[in-house]
């Protein structure tokens, strides 16, 4: 199990690399997380959904993921609730006090899940959640100690040098945990090493002698990270490249932003996130609004920070605009939540700029779909992941076939679009025949490729810069 001394720390990203590692080992090798918490989700071949870095780590392992991945997933709806995903299906709606509660209930399916992926594999590399120093949340807990206790899996702690105080993370963990916990405890290593891994020997011995944990090595920052899928919201960055601007408000429950990372990765785009308190830039080549947890929430932030504004300036001066997801809902005329889906039950007025409507609705669509790009005849895979039903005139002009039937909506003259399908960027064809929409030829490359070569590019590093053989070596048998 990898667990980190802080948040952040590049857990996901670790386990990704070694999983991949050790799948060229020729062990089948499974990733797992019992407690994830992000809006980025994927959906599973089981019908499901995950976080999507457990996704990524089972694309590096080779395999489809699957539920038992990450048994408990929670994507928060406000500051202080969030939704309970048990094995891939919502199960509640509850407040952060009321989850503590709820975590013991969860313990067994958790362990249920772990152990039913152990058996279909080799080896089981399991991430922890933010920190196991939070000993205020141990009791009860299923995301880090709770689970290694209960699993009797072996941890590696992993310190995050570059936020600085990595000394004082580890010995600090160390510390503040109970003696059980930290004996399980096996080696310690540390990430994001800037400039000459030697200049930190001596701090490498300070933490060994002070925790009694084995070192296992210092990786230094593998610059290629932001090429492969982010999870968390804060990794989510702008990224200058070629002539085509792009650019993304940020939302406050922006969800399922891995329709950017094609998009980062093609070369002549540059793709440039904007935060709250900043205008949209009208000489934006498309603006591109992104999914959402809470849609009318943030469309009243949108609309907060003046971007509706922006967006219409940018549309009179002929720019183009994207919407997926939520972003699409935004883009119709009305919103209306009868049920109380998002909130108290309500009608907003949508941005207006394509003829739309969209009524919210208990019933999640989840599904993994093929989809057929209309004016190119051009195939692309992707997902459904949204609650609502969207109707209106402009879903006549659909430039979609999704599973046979018509999908999303475009404007009269056709430099607004919307659709519920998530990851048809990753589509090379289609990336490159919607690009030139905008003017531009560009050389879409191939992401699926850039993905994997960035996978093994990562597990290089990792083998040559931590003792990998003296990791693995301390896992422990399965034992019910």
């Known amino acids: 199990?990898?667990?980190?001394?802080?948040?952040n720390v590049g857990k996901s990203m670790l386990v990704a690399g070694i999983a991949r590692a050790a799948t060229r080992m020729g062990l089948r090798v499974a990733p797992f997380k019992p407690q994830n918490m992000s809006n980025n989700a994927a959906v599973t071949v089981d019908g499901g959904e995950i976080g999507r870095a457990q996704a990524l780590q089972a694309l590096a392992c080779g395999r489809d993921p699957i539920v038992d991945m990450n048994p408990v997933l929670l994507k928060p709806e406000t500051d202080i609730g969030a939704q309970v995903i048990l094995r891939g299906k919502r199960i509640a709606t509850v407040q952060a006090r009321a989850y503590g509660a709820m975590k013991a209930q969860l313990l067994p399916e958790v362990l249920d899940s772990f152990y039913r992926l152990a058996e279909t594999c080799d080896l089981v590399i399991v991430e922890g959640a933010g920190s196991p120093a939070e000993v205020n949340l141990r009791a009860g807990d299923i995301a880090n100690m709770g689970f290694a206790m209960a699993a009797n899996v072996?941890?590696?702690?992993?310190?995050?040098?570059?936020?600085?105080?990595?000394?004082?993370?580890?010995?600090?963990?160390?510390?503040?945990?109970?003696?059980?916990?930290?004996?399980m405890i096996k080696g310690f290593a540390i990430n994001k090493?800037?400039?000459?891994?030697?200049l930190f020997s001596s701090g490498m011995t300070t933490i060994a002698d002070r925790t009694n944990w084995t070192p296992l090595g210092i990786l230094p920052w593998f610059p290629d990270a932001w090429r492969l899928p982010a999870e968390d919201?804060?990794?989510?960055?702008?990224?200058?490249?070629?002539?085509?601007?792009?650019?993304?408000?940020?939302?406050?429950?922006?969800?399922?932003?891995?329709d950017l990372d094609?998009?980062?990765?093609?070369?002549?785009?540059?793709?440039?996130?904007?935060?709250?308190?900043?205008p949209l830039p009208l000489d934006a080549d498309l603006i591109l609004l992104p999914g959402s947890k809470s849609t009318i929430a943030?469309?009243?932030?949108?609309?907060?920070q003046g971007w509706d504004i922006d967006l219409a300036a940018h549309i009179r001066r002929g720019g183009h605009v994207m919407g997926i997801c939520g972003g699409y809902q935004m883009l119709g005329t009305e919103i209306a939540d009868p049920d109380g889906i998002e909130g108290p039950p309500t009608r907003v007025a949508g941005l207006g700029h394509l003829d739309v409507v969209t009524v919210m609705g208990a019933q999640k669509r989840l599904a993994l779909r093929d989809a057929i790009y209309r004016p190119t005849g051009d195939a692309v895979t992707g997902y459904e992941i949204h609650l609502g039903q969207t109707t209106g005139p402009d879903t006549g002009a659909a430039w979609l076939t999704l599973d046979g039937r018509p999908e999303g909506a475009q404007s009269a003259n056709g430099r607004v679009m919307g659709c519920y399908l998530h990851g048809l960027f990753a589509a090379d064809a289609f990336r490159a025949a919607y690009l030139a929409r905008l003017g531009k030829q560009v050389q879409a490359g191939d992401y699926g490729a850039t993905v994997q070569t960035t996978l093994d590019a990562l597990a290089d590093h990792i083998a040559k810069h931590l003792d990998l053989h003296a990791l693995l070596a301390r896992a422990a048998p399965v034992e019910r």
């Open 193 to 198: 090493f800037r400039g000459d891994t030697s």
């Open 233 to 258: 919201v804060m990794d989510i960055a702008s990224r200058p490249g070629g002539p085509i601007r792009i650019v993304v408000p940020r939302l406050n429950r922006i969800a399922n932003f891995d």
């Open 154 to 183: 072996p941890v590696i702690l992993i310190g995050d040098i570059d936020r600085g105080g990595v000394i004082a993370q580890l010995v600090g963990t160390h510390a503040v945990l109970d003696p059980d916990d930290v004996a």
């Open 298 to 304: 943030d469309l009243a932030h949108f609309r907060a």
């Open 262 to 278: 094609p998009l980062s990765t093609t070369p002549d785009v540059s793709v440039e996130i904007v935060p709250e308190g900043r």
């Open 1 to 7: 199990m990898i667990q980190g001394a802080g948040s």
